[in-house]
């Protein structure tokens, strides 16, 4: 079994600074690429940001320059540093990870979503 969990958010005015954290824990081999998501109220899930085992990274163009995703692989975690946030950056932000479970069985797990409010 596998389990995602995110930490790290909160109510921040604009402008301010959060990071995010989602640590994986369970019975895997090996997680590959991983990336962050986030669902506003009324909108569909949109992607925020990808980094794959290796380190390359993308990101919505909404966040380019302001948001930084990173992993650390000892630690099965990856992190979405949030700066100059704006009141748009509001939302649920999910992790997701796609890895290889020991049965052999390879796909993608979600965490529970961590509030983001970023007020005006």
């Known amino acids: 079994q596998v389990q995602l969990v995110e930490s790290g958010g909160g109510l921040v005015q604009a402008g301010e600074s959060l990071r995010l954290s989602c640590t994986a824990s369970?019975?895997?081999?090996?997680?590959?690429?991983m990336g962050w998501y986030r669902q506003a109220p009324g909108k569909q899930r949109e992607l925020v940001a990808t980094?794959?085992?290796?380190?390359?990274?993308d990101y919505a163009d909404s966040v380019k320059g302001r948001f930084t995703i990173s992993r650390d692989n000892d630690k099965n975690t990856m992190y979405l540093q949030m700066n100059s946030l704006k009141p748009e950056d509001t939302a649920v932000y999910y992790c997701?990870?796609?890895?290889?479970?020991?049965?052999?069985?390879?796909?993608?797990?979600w965490g529970q979503g961590t509030q983001v409010t970023v007020s005006s």
């Open positions: 997701n990870a796609n890895l290889i479970q020991r049965s052999l069985i390879r796909g993608d797990y």
């Open positions: 369970g019975r895997f081999f090996s997680i590959y690429a």
């Open positions: 980094i794959t085992g290796g380190g390359s990274t």
